[in-house]
């Protein structure tokens, strides 16, 4: 149970109302003040203080003082006047319990309404300041378009500029041009000029030399003939021989006729695939021999360059798939580049093809293939 606190001392003017309420061991932060028009009330554990005023105060104005073990209030008075008494006489518990519930509702409603006004101020203040930044940021965009206008200016003048120092070299180099014309025609002119004069002494020699007769005119006139006009080309013809290409077999056992047909048979289907390439085109002769392209890969491959070798080894295989050796080298880059699949794609067609060559050339021909590839 509360202690309610009965030993307070108040006084009065026609504006004011002191009460002091002494509290053993008050602080700020222990004591409870609520305060209304018509009710006031401390709690600070254990005591309690409470009382229903005589006549309505200004509780906005009105002050607590908390120090020295007393609470001191400076009640302001909505009318001027004396009270009687400081509390109302007569009340009941049911009377008491009604003021307490108004004095709570008009300071839920009074704070409520301070709420209110703080949340519309405080969105007042947003929007202000919204309109702050919106204008400083106008201001930003302005000032940055400026900025590009002097700038786009400044380099328009220096375009204009340039322009107008290009078309006046444009303008000194034509003048140049004409001046070096000019000086070439008036040269050619003096040239032709000579020319023209040693004609005309010419001319006189040849009217002079003219009455000494008809044959030594003539005789002078063929030597001025032969020595104008330069003898003509002689013709001739340069024989060029080819060495033979002789294959290293018996000739009881010669095959010479089979073998050149099979030569022209195979430049035909290589000119034929070599025109189904369009990769091709732009091959010099010797760059689409499958060969070449074998000896290009396996260079790339020592350089460890093993996508172009794979390249390499790819258009030489359209240009010829029955050599097993590009599949073998391509499978070896495969290899490298971890691509194992088809690695092992491609060893089996090497394989594949080398089985069936086996089969397919008689041993005798397979020899004397061998001995025309490696030139013994």
């Not at 609520?34 to 309505?56: I, M, Q, S, W």
């Not at 003509?232 to 077999?249: A, E, L, N, Y």
């Amino acid at each position: 149970m509360p202690l309610h606190v009965s030993n307070y001392s108040w006084q009065q003017t026609s504006t004011a109302v002191f009460i002091s309420v002494p509290l053993r061991g008050v602080s700020v932060r222990d004591a409870d003040v609520f305060c209304t028009e018509n009710y006031l009330k401390v709690n600070c554990p254990p005591f309690l203080f409470e009382v229903f005023l005589y006549a309505p105060i200004d509780d906005e104005s009105s002050k607590a003082k908390i120090g020295n073990n007393t609470i001191v209030f400076t009640l302001r008075k909505k009318e001027a006047a004396m009270w009687e008494t400081l509390s109302l006489s007569g009340v009941d518990k049911e009377m008491m319990q009604r003021i307490r519930e108004k004095s709570i509702l008009q300071a839920q409603e009074r704070a409520k309404e301070a709420m209110e006004a703080k949340a519309v101020a405080r969105r007042e203040d947003q929007k202000y300041t919204l309109n702050v930044m919106m204008k400083i940021e106008e201001e930003e965009r302005k000032k940055i378009e400026d900025m590009k206008e002097n700038e786009r200016i400044k380099a328009t003048k220096e375009l204009e500029a340039w322009k107008e120092c290009q078309r006046k070299a444009e303008e000194l180099k034509i003048i140049q041009r004409e001046e070096k014309l000019y000086h070439q025609e008036k040269q050619m002119e003096e040239e032709r000029k000579k020319l023209k004069h040693k004609c005309l002494i010419g001319n006189s020699a040849s009217k002079n030399l003219a009455t000494k007769g008809r044959n030594s005119e003539n005789i002078f006139f063929e030597k001025l003939k032969e020595d104008s006009i330069p003898a003509p080309r002689s013709v001739g013809s340069i024989k060029i021989s080819f060495t033979p290409r002789v294959f290293p077999t018996a000739l009881r056992e010669s095959q010479v006729a089979e073998e050149e047909e099979w030569l022209h048979k195979q430049a035909e289907a290589q000119r034929a695939m070599n025109t189904d390439i369009p990769e091709l085109c732009d091959l010099k002769e010797e760059e689409k021999n499958p060969e070449w392209l074998k000896e290009k890969g396996n260079k790339l491959f020592a350089t460890e360059n093993y996508l172009a070798a794979i390249n390499a080894y790819n258009l030489a295989i359209r240009l010829n798939n029955k050599i097993p050796l590009l599949y073998l080298n391509r499978a070896a880059c495969h290899l490298k580049l971890k691509n194992l699949h088809k690695a092992i794609e491609d060893s089996s067609k090497a394989y594949r093809i080398m089985k069936l060559l086996l089969r397919l050339i008689h041993p005798t021909k397979l020899y004397k293939m061998m001995l025309r590839r490696f030139g013994i």
